[in-house]
């Protein structure tokens, strides 16, 4: 078969390892053979369905942070000791040079790590109201809403009562934040649509913080906080206020 | 006098400053890591107590050794080899290598091409679960350089690093290791392909 001799090479193609002159007489015979076209599709959808099943195992918060403290600070002392003893008064004002950069560092990336996350919900918020079908489960039932999620997210959590308020939910679906699966909740007030979106805190690649500023380029009102292990986000046009009652009301109720 | 003072202490600030800067970018570099190592871990271990040991080790390990960690160097793959030799000296290790298909592999011919498609019987009756059982039956040497293809998405020559060998290796096992995970999608496995490639492997070992 004429093919054989690109087929050899189809995953290294596919793994983008080739040669740049090969790279591009491959994408040329890709494109007009049926045949090679069609292997290819497949091998990239078994490259994706493996990437998926591969990650596999999550750590926890627990040992993460055991981790972490192990490697922030041990080493610190053994560095510091011998210069200490001799330049101590510039030892702490370098530290403190030091730790102020580092700290401004981090708020900093801290800060786009934020914005990023905060843009990626909006989209999500949006993307979910444009479409055809907003909810996978449809339902003005909590008690309906909750256990649709069973099995299809790895963690559990509390829905509010609605009565006495104004909310109304309109039913929930699935999602994902940084490859993070999570709980989708869409809730109505006087026509305005509520995004609540749950995720693991843990699963998510960095904290974030509870003071989260909104980018003014957004025009959502959002707000989010982590309980019990939990990260939520409540994101939608509404007013603040209705924002925070909604926000309240979740609280309370997990 | 003036002069030598400031001299002395811009020498110490130079100084200290290095010091310091590398341990914050040890913690730096290193943390954001910590899910996937953690996660290779445990397709290596199959086991979270052992994972978690594992890790831990390969933190501790890559602190120490961090001042001969060469900047500019791949990060991620320097990591990944101290996790995977770490493990392959450990007691599970070394029994998995014991099943390590033992082909001479630079030289002998690349596995058949394949005209049939387990790929589209595989995703007719997708399953996670399945997948991922086939990945974790797979001899050690074909599981690693599976996931670091294709879940850490590693380069050719990062797997070249971490695994301590020539690309030209990378590229036959890689080619080796997906036949085989092809082969046991299958619905009914062949004897004689993917079977006696694992079962060779397990003889030579004992």
């Known amino acids: 078969m004429v093919c054989e001799s690109w087929r050899e090479k189809l995953d290294t193609y596919l793994d983008g390892e080739l040669h740049d002159q090969e790279m591009r007489s491959f994408d040329a015979h890709v494109r007009n053979c049926p045949s090679c076209s069609a292997d290819a599709l497949r091998r990239v959808q078994m490259k994706r369905s493996i990437q998926a099943a591969g990650k596999r195992f999550t750590p926890s918060a627990e040992f993460r942070n055991r981790i972490q403290k192990s490697i922030a600070t041990r080493p610190r002392r053994s560095f510091k000791l011998g210069w200490m003893l001799t330049t101590a008064a510039t ?48 339902s003005t039932d909590r008690h309906t809403v909750k256990p649709w999620f069973q099995g299809k997210i790895p963690f559990t959590f509390d829905l509010p009562e609605l009565k006495n308020s104004e909310f109304s939910l309109l039913g ?9 699966p999570g709980a989708h909740l869409i809730y109505d007030l006087r026509k305005h649509h509520i995004s609540v979106f749950v995720f693991q805190e843990r699963s998510l690649p960095a904290r974030l913080d509870e003071k989260f500023v909104t980018p003014r380029k957004l025009s959502f009102t959002t707000e989010t906080w982590s309980q019990g292990g939990l990260r939520y986000f409540v994101i939608g046009d509404a007013s603040a206020a209705d924002i925070d009652s909604l926000a309240k009301l979740f609280k309370a109720s997990s | 006098m003036d002069g030598n003072k400031s001299t002395t202490a811009l020498f110490y600030y130079v100084d200290v400053s290095a010091a310091d800067r590398q341990v914050d970018s040890f913690e730096e570099l290193a943390m954001p890591l910590f899910d996937q190592l953690y996660n290779f871990a445990q397709w290596l271990t199959h086991n979270r107590e052992e994972a978690e040991d594992l890790v831990q080790e390969t933190y501790v390990k890559g602190l120490k050794g961090f001042s001969s960690f060469q900047l500019g160097t791949n990060f991620r793959a320097w990591m990944y080899r101290i996790l995977r030799n770490t493990f392959l000296t450990s007691r599970t290790g070394l029994k998995a290598t014991m099943t390590i298909p033992l082909d001479p592999e630079e030289e002998g011919p690349e596995p058949a091409i394949e005209h049939d498609t387990p790929e589209t019987l595989l995703f007719e009756r997708t399953n996670r679960e399945l997948l991922q059982r086939a990945i974790d039956e797979l001899p050690i040497q074909f599981r690693e350089i599976i996931l670091l293809c294709e879940v850490e998405e590693m380069s050719y020559q990062e797997i070249s690093e971490t695994l301590s060998v020539p690309i030209g290796t990378v590229m036959s096992r890689l080619s080796r290791a997906r036949k085989t995970l092809r082969d046991s999608l299958r619905p009914h496995p062949q004897i004689g392909t993917a079977t006696s490639t694992i079962a060779r492997g397990t003889n030579y070992g004992l």
């Open chain 1, 172 to 180: 929930g679906r699935m999602t994902y934040l940084e490859q993070t």
């Open chain 1, 91 to 138: 030892v702490i004002l370098v530290a403190g040079t030091l730790t102020s950069a580092y700290l401004g560092n981090r708020s900093a990336r801290d800060l786009a790590y934020q914005n990023h996350v905060l843009s990626e919900i909006a989209d999500l918020h949006v993307e979910t109201l444009a479409s055809s079908s907003p909810v996978d489960v449809i």
